[in-house]
C-alpha cells in the first residue's frame, strides 16, 4: 500500500489506516480477544502501518488487543492513542485534560500497548476546562522525554487547532469526515492545509451506512452506539438511501463497491488525508483496504460531487449531548 505523510511533523503511514473501535466499542457486543487480535493482525498483512486506539474504547481493552497483536510488528506501525475522559466504574464520566492526568493516561497507555512510546497522542475531545496551551504543553514535554512521537487533536475546531499549534506542532486532526458528512470543508481543511497537518477521517463509511448494507429495516445490537444517532432513525435511514441507491450505481460502472467509491473519494481529495476504517470482518477489511487501488478521475469526482449536493442528508450526526463536545 501506498504511504502518506501526516502533516509536516515527519509522520509517514499507510494511505489507509485501521481503526480498532469497534473491536470492542460502539458497535455492538465486543469481538472475542482472539478475533480481536487476529482482524488487527490481517490488517497488517494486508498493507496497514497505521491504528487507531483510544483507552475509552472498552474502555482500556481496545489498548490492550491492539498492543499485544502489534507487539512482534512494532517498530514497522505506527500506533496512535488517545486522553481527554474520566471513568468511574468502568463508564465515561466527563473530560479531563489536566495536564496531571495526560500524563496518568499516558504511562497506563504505554503499559497496556506493551510499547516504550505512543507514536500520535491525541487530545479525544478538547476541555473546555483546561486551556488548550496546558494541553499541548503536556504533551509536549512527552515528546521531550520520548514517550510520545507527535501530537494530535480530535473534533477541534479552527482556533483551537491554531492556539494549540502554535505550543507544540500538531501532527494530525481526527475528525469525521465522509460523503455523508462534509462540514470539515467549510473551515477545517484550510486550516489545516494552511498549518501543514494531516487530516485523519472517522466514520469515513458513514458509521457502515455508506457500505450499502445497512436500510430502513436494518436492526442495531442494544450496545450499538447508532442506537442514539438521529442520522441512524428508521425514518432517516428510508430518506437517507436515496444517496446511498445513486453511489451502488455509481460504484457499479467503476466495478467497485460503494465502500471503496466512498474511501476513494476521501484519499482523492487531500495527499495528507488518511481515513481509518474499521471493522471486525475479514471480508469487509479486503473489501475496505480495496479501495486504494480504486482511481477516480477529475471527472468522477465531479459527478460524485454534483449527486452528493443535490440530495438531503436528514438527521443529525450526534445526539444534542455529543455535539456539545465538537468544534470546541
Keep these: 500500500m501506498q504511504k502518506r505523510m501526516l502533516g509536516s511533523t515527519g509522520l509517514e503511514v499507510s494511505a489507509l489506516g485501521f481503526g480498532c473501535m469497534g473491536i470492542s466499542f460502539g458497535y455492538g457486543p465486543a469481538a472475542t480477544r482472539e478475533d480481536g487480535l487476529a482482524i488487527v493482525r490481517a490488517a497488517f498483512e494486508g498493507g496497514v502501518t497505521f491504528f487507531d486506539t483510544a483507552e475509552a474504547y472498552g474502555p482500556f481493552t481496545n489498548e490492550e488487543v491492539v498492543g499485544e497483536a502489534l507487539k512482534p510488528v512494532r517498530d514497522q506501525v505506527v500506533i496512535a492513542t488517545k486522553f481527554g475522559f474520566k471513568f468511574e466504574s468502568g463508564k465515561q464520566a466527563g473530560l479531563d485534560s489536566r495536564p496531571s492526568h495526560i500524563r496518568e493516561v499516558a504511562e497506563a497507555s504505554l503499559k497496556r500497548l506493551k510499547t516504550d512510546r505512543i507514536d500520535l497522542l491525541y487530545q ?7 486551556p488548550i496551551e496546558d494541553v499541548a504543553g503536556a504533551v ?32 494530525a486532526l481526527q475528525s469525521e469526515y465522509s460523503l455523508w458528512f462534509r462540514e470539515p470543508e467549510r473551515e477545517i481543511l484550510a486550516t489545516l492545509e494552511e498549518l501543514g497537518i494531516g487530516l485523519v477521517p472517522f466514520s469515513p463509511l458513514g458509521k457502515g451506512f455508506l457500505t450499502g448494507k445497512i436500510d430502513d429495516k436494518t436492526t442495531f445490537a442494544a450496545t450499538d452506539f447508532r442506537n442514539v444517532v438521529p442520522r441512524f432513525t428508521e425514518e432517516n435511514r428510508k430518506a437517507n438511501l436515496a444517496f446511498v441507491a445513486w453511489l451502488k450505481t455509481f460504484a457499479e460502472r467503476k466495478k467497485a463497491t460503494p465502500a471503496q467509491i466512498a474511501l476513494a473519494w476521501l484519499l482523492a481529495q487531500k495527499s495528507w488525508i488518511v481515513p481509518i476504517p474499521g471493522t471486525t ?35 443529525a450526526r450526534y445526539p444534542e449531548h455529543l455535539q456539545k463536545l465538537v468544534g470546541r
Design 124 to 130: 479525544h475531545r478538547v476541555d473546555a476546562e483546561v
Design 140 to 171: 509536549k514535554d512527552l515528546i521531550h522525554e520520548g514517550k510520545v512521537k507527535h501530537f494530535g487533536l480530535s473534533e477541534a475546531g479552527a482556533n483551537t487547532i491554531r492556539r494549540a499549534h502554535a505550543v507544540q506542532p500538531v501532527a
Design 281 to 315: 470482518k475479514r471480508g469487509r477489511l479486503e473489501e475496505n483496504l480495496g479501495a486504494a487501488q480504486v482511481q477516480l478521475t477529475s471527472d468522477d469526482l465531479r459527478e460524485i460531487d454534483r449527486a452528493a449536493s443535490q440530495i438531503e442528508v436528514h438527521g
